[in-house]
């Protein structure tokens, strides 16, 4: 079975600092992955997703992720955080073009942004 | 906007009330779900629909009851519920076998009392 794990349940960055949000996962094949975000009162935005091929990919809002099979992680960046970033980060891996209804989220990662 | 709508996107009620959440996805898509996202804990998978037709019921009590009448809209109905059920359900949907790739609504903040 799959499973996501988000080592960090809250972290506290000042605005303008870099940003790294950490994601590992556990699948046997090659996973489907996904970065969310959701703020207060709201619904889940997505912000990124890997399938295939380079292994950095480029999201929403200045947002970054690199797939790292070796470590079995997919670590959310941002070289510059603004303070509308505050908010919760979900990762979610799923098992292929069949997986929507199997995704699997982490606990999440609640990002508090200082001015 | 995510193309996915959710309402009401608040909702009180006792424990006794009946009633329902709709969703309406305006995406094309050919699957809809259903998650609870309560404090403190991940987002749980309820429900799933492809085609209309339901294909995943994750162990949810019968309280809640889904209904999906065409591919653009889902419903959960609501009944007697307890007050640990008080959580924000989420409306998703995706196209499968495109990559998958869920979109979700809003929410809908439901308080039991």
């Known amino acids: 079975a799959q499973s996501v794990t988000q080592p960090d349940i809250h972290i506290t960055v000042s605005e303008g600092a870099s940003l790294e949000l950490r994601c590992n996962y556990s699948?046997?094949?090659?996973?489907?992955l996904f970065w969310y975000v959701q703020s207060p009162g709201q619904g889940l935005q997505l912000l990124l997703k890997?399938?295939?091929?380079?292994?950095l990919v480029q999201g929403i809002k200045g947002f970054e992720a690199e797939f790292k099979r070796s470590q079995s992680s997919f670590n959310l960046r941002k070289p510059s955080v603004h303070w509308s970033d505050a908010a919760e980060y979900f990762c979610a891996v799923g098992a292929g073009e069949t997986s929507g209804s199997r995704l699997t989220f982490g606990e999440g990662t609640q990002l508090t942004v200082n001015p | 906007e995510t193309g996915v709508t959710q309402t009401p996107r608040h909702l009180v009620m006792g424990m006794t009330n009946k009633k329902s959440l709709k969703c309406e996805q305006h995406?094309?898509?050919?699957?809809m779900y259903w998650y609870k996202q309560s404090a403190k804990k991940p987002l749980e998978l309820m429900f799933v629909y492809n085609f209309k037709e339901q294909t995943e019921n994750n162990s949810v009590p019968s309280r809640f009851s889904p209904e999906c009448p065409n591919s653009s809209h889902l419903f959960l109905h609501l009944h007697t519920l307890q007050p640990e059920d008080s959580a924000l359900y989420l409306c998703?949907?995706?196209?499968?076998?495109?990559?998958?790739?869920?979109?979700f609504g809003e929410g809908s903040w439901l308080t039991v009392v």
């Open positions: 998703a949907s995706s196209q499968e076998h495109s990559g998958n790739t869920i979109y």
């Open positions: 890997y399938f295939s091929g380079d292994t």
């Open positions: 995406l094309g898509h050919n699957a």
């Open positions: 699948y046997g094949a090659t996973p489907y």
